[in-house]
């Protein structure tokens, strides 16, 4: 990753991670980042891939490499969450309004299948209740028991893997 990408998205990290952030623009990037508007769009195109890759870079890729099993990414990604409390939080609310559930199940089928689960491409019901569960954590503000969470993903991970259904 060049240098500048990574001084952007160090910079929205620190942004993100020292308060709640409910709006953030293109400008605001650019001052906190000291980085050009132009030199941001060359490497980004857009504010919506900035964010995509500070979550990956940030949250996902981390959690992905220290997972050996759907299960450990359940309870790396929801101790991650809750450890990066106000960056989850504030790129939540800078994207919920642009991030669709269509993204985010086929992002999540590319998981599961990382982890040798199913393609639930065409049954994506199967797997909204993932989303769902984390949505509305996040739509508490991540307050509430992380160990009942953890336990709920793994528990509909091993309802799903039971049905046969789905063949």
Same mark, same amino acid.
């Given at each position: 990753?060049?240098?500048?990408?990574?001084?952007?998205?160090?910079?929205?990290?620190?942004? #993100?991670?020292? *308060?709640?952030? /409910? +709006?953030?623009?293109?400008?605001? %990037?650019? +001052?906190?980042?000291?980085?050009? *508007?132009?030199?941001? $769009?060359?490497? #980004? /195109?857009?504010?919506? $891939?900035?964010?995509?890759?500070a979550y990956e870079q940030m949250i996902l890729t981390e959690t992905i490499e220290n997972s050996k099993t759907i299960e450990d990414f359940f309870t790396?990604?929801?101790?991650?969450?809750? /450890?990066?409390?106000? #960056?989850?939080?504030?790129?939540?609310?800078?994207?919920?309004?642009?991030?669709?559930?269509?993204?985010? %199940?086929?992002? &999540?089928?590319?998981? &599961?299948?990382? $982890? @040798?689960e199913r393609d639930y491409s065409n049954k994506e019901y199967l797997i909204m209740s993932f989303i769902y569960i984390l949505k509305a954590w996040l739509?508490? @503000? &991540? *307050?509430?028991? =992380?160990?009942?969470?953890?336990?709920?993903?793994?528990?509909?991970? +091993?309802?799903?893997?039971?049905? +046969?259904?789905? =063949?």
């Amino acid at each position: 990753m060049n240098l500048t990408k990574q001084q952007v998205l160090q910079a929205i990290y620190k942004e #993100f991670s020292s *308060r709640k952030v /409910e +709006r953030f623009t293109l400008s605001d %990037l650019s +001052r906190i980042s000291d980085v050009s *508007r132009n030199s941001i $769009y060359y490497n #980004f /195109e857009c504010l919506d $891939y900035v964010y995509k890759a500070a979550y990956e870079q940030m949250i996902l890729t981390e959690t992905i490499e220290n997972s050996k099993t759907i299960e450990d990414f359940f309870t790396n990604l929801i101790t991650c969450m809750a /450890e990066n409390k106000n #960056f989850c939080l504030s790129l939540y609310h800078c994207t919920s309004m642009i991030v669709d559930d269509k993204q985010l %199940l086929t992002a &999540l089928n590319k998981i &599961l299948m990382h $982890y @040798g689960e199913r393609d639930y491409s065409n049954k994506e019901y199967l797997i909204m209740s993932f989303i769902y569960i984390l949505k509305a954590w996040l739509d508490k @503000g &991540l *307050r509430g028991d =992380e160990q009942k969470i953890i336990m709920n993903l793994k528990a509909y991970m +091993r309802l799903i893997r039971k049905m +046969r259904w789905y =063949e």
